[in-house]
Structures are given as structure tokens and as C-alpha cells.
């Protein structure tokens, strides 16, 4: 699986952003995708994620009623739309799909990420 980001940049604080992430290679083996981000000096958190099988999302706290997640199957492609953007939603943000395959043994699943996209917002 190979995910590709896109949609960063620079905006002021109020301002929207969206984010695209599309996937290829075994896309049929995703269980689960979600968008992370990471700020300087400050460890990698979850910002939303979305359900292949159900389409159920979650957010942080952070992000509620602010960000949407959403994907698009036909094209492999997850998306966050960021409204209502503040400065302390500067990081970079990167895309993250999780893998699950099953074998005699159980269930295995991986973790996959994308190169990240720097996200600006100034006050």
C-alpha cells in the first residue's frame, strides 16, 4: 500500500483547508484509514479516522465540529476537510491506512504512512 498526500499549505487562522490522501497497491486489505499530525517538539496524535467496512468515523476532541473525514472508495482516496482553522493546528499532518490481512495464525495488521503535508496557520 502506498499513500500520497496532498493539499497542505499556508492560511490564516479562520481559514480552510483540504486534505487528500490516495491510496494504491492492495487498497482491497484496508481495514481502517485516518489522518495524524505532529507539531514540532510534540509527539504524533490522532486527528480523525474513518472505517472501511462501516464508514464510522472518530475525532479528536480537538477537531470536533471543525474537521470532517471522509473517503471516496471509487478513487481510493480519504480526504479532511479543516474549517475554522486556529493556530494550533500547525503541524504535519500525515495520512495512515491500516492494513489487515488474516492467515491460519490470526489477524495481522500493519501500519502504512504517507510523507506528511505541512499545514500553516497563522493568527
Known sequence: V?????????VQAGGSLRLSCAAS???F???????YRQAPGKQ??????????????????SVKGRF????DNAKNTMYLQMNSLKPEDTAVYYCNAVRTIWTTEGRHDYDYWGQGTQVTVSS
Open 2 to 10: 502506498q499513500l500520497v498526500e496532498s493539499g497542505g499549505g499556508s
Open 25 to 27: 497497491g492492495s487498497t
Open 44 to 61: 504524533r496524535e490522532l486527528v480523525a479516522g474513518i472505517s472501511s467496512t462501516d464508514g464510522g468515523t472518530n475525532y479528536a476532541d
Open 68 to 71: 470532517t473525514i471522509s473517503r
Open 29 to 35: 486489505t484496508i481495514n481502517a484509514m485516518g489522518w
